[in-house]
């Protein structure tokens, strides 16, 4: 069996280790070349579903670059009120596994990961500059996949691993489109200097996750990556420094002049500080430090639920099929652990549309799920209403004081 790669992200790349280590015949095409494919980012954090994938996927040599250039990452999740205070504190830690490194939470940055999974990838492998037009069946069956250069190949599978705006997801499924939620979050990222981390609460600096909760509209996301790029210099200000502040304000875009979008960084900076003018100092602070060049809108947009379609050998993972909103922390696990269901799919049936009915089939469920919660998230932190926010609150601090409550609130299955 042979197999095309559309899409040489985190999803396309698992996956093509995956296959290669099956025996499997793999090529992966990528529209930019090598030094566009991946800018600066924010950083990764990694759960069960991503380092599981990860782990039985790639080569151990693989493997090993990989966590060499991670470092933990705290799994909890904290609510605050916009005085400080602590609402509810939710520590997952109990579940982790000290011998078994696939169960503890890590954080790392995304060049890093994509570099543990360009390793051993060849050019034979991975063709760059290679821009996928459109593909077409031979009578035989076989996909025909065309090329912007005029090049094409032939092969038994085609795996669409190429974004939320992805070409092959416009062929194979033109309904499926992504909707805006009419919601725009400001992000901003700032160097943990000394300095900064002396006038944060320790929440903010030990890569804890942080959502304050106001009584009014909006909602603030903080966290600290550490992410072991201490020789980088991604933002301005982070020489010799492998820890920066991640932060989000998400409100409706109506909120926003203009809607937003065509905000500067600076614009964005003094809008989210009029917000919060009333909050404590270090929320404040934590805005006040941080560079506009450094701060940017970014529209949440996602796919709806996935209905139940016809299988064939062309299908989709990651972005390309179940594009989400960040606030679940959940796109980039869920795109690996579609590499690792589509690989043991095709080993377990080996006929391509057999094993694509397969992983779709799991896939739909899981990323449904993904998809309600990140949206649910979306929804819930921007809604301008007062009551919802107050019963939420009240909830958050009696989750405080109650496992029971706490669980019933926040519990979710395990994988």
């Known amino acids: 069996m042979r197999v095309v790669i559309i899409g040489a992200g985190?999803?396309?790349?698992?996956?093509?280790?995956?296959?290669?280590?099956?025996?499997?015949?793999?090529?992966?095409?990528?529209?930019?070349?090598?030094?566009?494919?991946?800018?600066?980012?924010?950083?990764?954090?990694?759960?069960?579903?991503?380092?599981?994938?990860?782990?039985?996927?790639?080569?151990?040599?693989?493997?090993?670059?990989?966590?060499?250039t991670t470092v933990p990452a705290a799994n909890v999740i904290n609510f605050h009120d916009a005085a400080g205070g602590l609402l509810c504190a939710l520590d997952h830690r109990t579940v982790e596994s000290a011998e078994d490194p696939v169960t503890r939470r890590?954080?790392?940055?995304?060049?890093?990961?994509?570099?543990?999974?360009?390793?051993?990838?060849?050019?034979a492998v991975v063709h760059w500059g290679s821009r996928f037009t459109e593909y077409t069946h031979a009578p035989d069956g076989r996909v025909i996949v065309h090329f912007a250069d005029g090049t094409i190949t032939t092969c038994d599978l085609l795996v669409g691993a190429d974004g939320s705006?992805?070409?092959?997801?416009?062929?194979?499924?033109?309904?499926?489109?992504?909707?805006?939620?009419?919601?725009?979050?400001?992000?901003?990222r700032v160097?943990?200097?000394?300095?900064?981390a002396g006038l944060l609460p320790a929440q903010l600096s030990d890569t804890s996750i942080n959502n304050v909760v106001p009584a009014g509209p909006g909602w603030l996301f903080a966290s600290t990556w550490a992410t072991g790029d201490s020789g980088s210099r991604s933002i301005r200000g982070a020489e010799n420094t492998d820890r920066y502040i991640v932060w989000a304000w998400a409100a409706r875009r109506n909120t926003y002049p203009g809607g937003g979008d065509q905000l500067a960084g600076s614009d964005l900076k003094a809008h989210v500080q009029r917000q919060i003018r009333t909050w404590a100092a270090p929320f404040r602070d934590l805005?006040?430090?941080?560079?506009?060049?450094?701060?940017?809108?970014?529209?949440?947009?996602?796919?709806?639920?996935?209905?139940?379609?016809?299988?064939?050998?062309?299908?989709?993972?990651?972005?390309?099929i179940h594009n989400m909103t960040p606030m679940g922390g959940l796109g980039a696990n869920i795109a690996l652990r579609d590499a690792d269901t589509l690989r043991a799919a095709l080993i377990e049936h080996g006929d391509p549309t057999k094993a694509v009915s397969h992983y779709e089939t799991q896939m739909r469920e899981y990323a449904n799920a993904a998809l309600a919660l990140s949206t649910r998230n979306?929804?819930?932190?921007?809604n301008p209403a007062r009551l919802p926010r107050s019963i939420f609150r009240t909830l958050l601090r009696a989750a405080s004081r109650s496992d029971t409550i706490k669980r019933r609130i926040f519990h979710t299955p395990a994988r």
């Open 10 to 68: 985190l999803g396309g790349l698992c996956l093509a280790h995956g296959l290669r280590q099956a025996g499997t015949a793999v090529t992966v095409h990528e529209r930019n070349d090598l030094r566009q494919a991946h800018p600066a980012s924010y950083g990764i954090h990694l759960n069960t579903d991503g380092l599981g994938a990860l782990h039985d996927c790639l080569p151990s040599a693989n493997w090993q670059q990989f966590t060499a």
């Open 106 to 123: 890590r954080a790392v940055s995304r060049g890093n990961l994509h570099q543990a999974l360009l390793a051993g990838l060849d050019s």
């Open 165 to 188: 705006n992805s070409r092959v997801r416009t062929q194979v499924l033109p309904y499926l489109r992504r909707q805006d939620l009419g919601i725009l979050n400001v992000a901003g």
């Open 191 to 196: 160097p943990l200097t000394p300095e900064l």
């Open 287 to 320: 805005i006040d430090a941080t560079d506009p060049t450094d701060i940017g809108p970014v529209p949440l947009r996602t796919m709806p639920q996935l209905p139940a379609w016809e299988p064939s050998n062309v299908t989709l993972i990651g972005d390309a």
């Open 378 to 382: 979306a929804e819930r932190a921007t």
